[in-house]
């Protein structure tokens, strides 16, 4: 029902020659959802309930070709390509610790023309896409990259430390690295996912949080990595200037 409303205001504002009495309208109907959520009993299905709504409601903009199409994807390829660089890397230098840097960003205005990219550095290489689906915050593009890498470390089957400048997704990949398992409420299939790769990870695989953009110059990574600090940075940003790069 929420697209086929979705379908119906785009085909309206269509007619009308503007799009901008859609989004006021969608803006309203979600401001008067939040208002009313006491009516459900749960913030929880309000938020699912938004999230459908928006998502379903830029899969119609899709559709009419009114915004950038969701590009075609297939991760495995990359994946693949990123775990072996990790395997040939351990082969190389086994007794060196792998760092593995991921990063996610946005460009452009609120839907239905934003776009997000994700990627992935270790060493000096650098893997990057746009990210698929509907979703496209920056939490959403740093959750994604942290997944690429989470299903190549599975591949490859090698210890690492994977390296997040967004805490709210380190701290949830570092949890379910941990053996963790409790899902948030919201965006339930990614983060199950994360947590999926994550239980079949390298046991001594673990993930830190490095600071971006030079912030927190007195910052120093926990033991035992505390001298690898101008290192992380340096990863880091090669993953930053990853995600202009899709």
Same mark, same amino acid.
């Given at each position: 029902?929420?697209?086929?409303?979705?379908? $119906?205001?785009?085909?309206?504002?269509?007619?009308?020659?503007?799009?901008?009495?859609?989004?006021?309208?969608?803006?309203?109907?979600?401001?008067?959802?939040?208002?009313?959520?006491?009516?459900?009993?749960?913030?929880?299905?309000?938020?699912?309930?938004?999230?459908?709504?928006?998502?379903?409601?830029?899969?119609?903009?899709?559709?009419?070709?009114?915004?950038?199409?969701? /590009?075609?994807? @297939?991760? $495995?390829?990359?994946?693949?390509?990123?775990?072996?660089?990790? &395997?040939?890397?351990?082969?190389?230098?086994?007794?060196?610790?792998?760092?593995?840097?991921?990063?996610?960003?946005? *460009?452009?205005?609120?839907?239905?023309?934003?776009?997000?990219?994700? +990627?992935?550095?270790?060493?000096?290489?650098? %893997?990057?896409? +746009?990210? #698929?689906?509907?979703?496209? $915050?920056?939490? @959403?593009?740093?959750?994604? &990259?942290?997944?690429?890498?989470?299903? &190549?470390?599975?591949?490859?089957?090698? #210890?690492?430390?994977?390296?997040? @400048?967004?805490?709210?997704?380190?701290?949830?990949?570092? =949890?379910?690295?941990?053996?963790?398992?409790?899902?948030?409420? @919201? +965006?339930?299939?990614?983060?199950?996912?994360?947590?999926?790769?994550?239980?079949?990870?390298? !046991?001594?695989?673990?993930?830190?949080?490095?600071?971006?953009?030079?912030?927190?110059?007195?910052?120093?990574?926990?033991?035992?990595? *505390?001298?690898?600090? !101008?290192? %992380?940075? &340096? =990863?880091?940003?090669?993953?930053?200037?990853?995600?202009?790069? /899709?």
């Amino acid at each position: 029902f929420v697209h086929l409303g979705a379908i $119906s205001l785009l085909r309206g504002s269509q007619r009308s020659g503007s799009t901008t009495s859609v989004f006021s309208r969608v803006s309203m109907g979600s401001c008067l959802l939040v208002r009313d959520k006491a009516e459900f009993g749960s913030t929880v299905a309000v938020q699912s309930l938004t999230r459908l709504g928006t998502s379903l409601f830029v899969y119609g903009f899709q559709r009419f070709g009114l915004a950038p199409p969701a /590009p075609d994807h @297939d991760s $495995s390829a990359v994946t693949d390509e990123i775990a072996q660089h990790l &395997a040939e890397q351990k082969r190389l230098l086994p007794d060196r610790r792998l760092f593995i840097a991921t990063d996610g960003g946005t *460009a452009g205005q609120r839907f239905p023309i934003r776009r997000s990219a994700w +990627a992935v550095s270790c060493n000096d290489k650098t %893997w990057n896409g +746009a990210v #698929p689906g509907c979703d496209h $915050s920056s939490t @959403d593009a740093e959750r994604y &990259a942290a997944l690429m890498a989470l299903q &190549a470390l599975e591949k490859a089957a090698v #210890p690492a430390t994977v390296l997040i @400048d967004n805490m709210t997704v380190q701290n949830k990949v570092s =949890y379910y690295l941990q053996g963790g398992s409790r899902l948030p409420p @919201d +965006a339930t299939l990614q983060w199950n996912a994360l947590k999926r790769h994550a239980h079949s990870c390298h !046991e001594c695989t673990d993930c830190c949080w490095v600071p971006s953009h030079g912030k927190y110059s007195d910052w120093t990574p926990p033991k035992p990595y *505390a001298d690898r600090a !101008e290192e %992380w940075r &340096a =990863y880091n940003q090669l993953a930053d200037e990853g995600t202009t790069g /899709p």
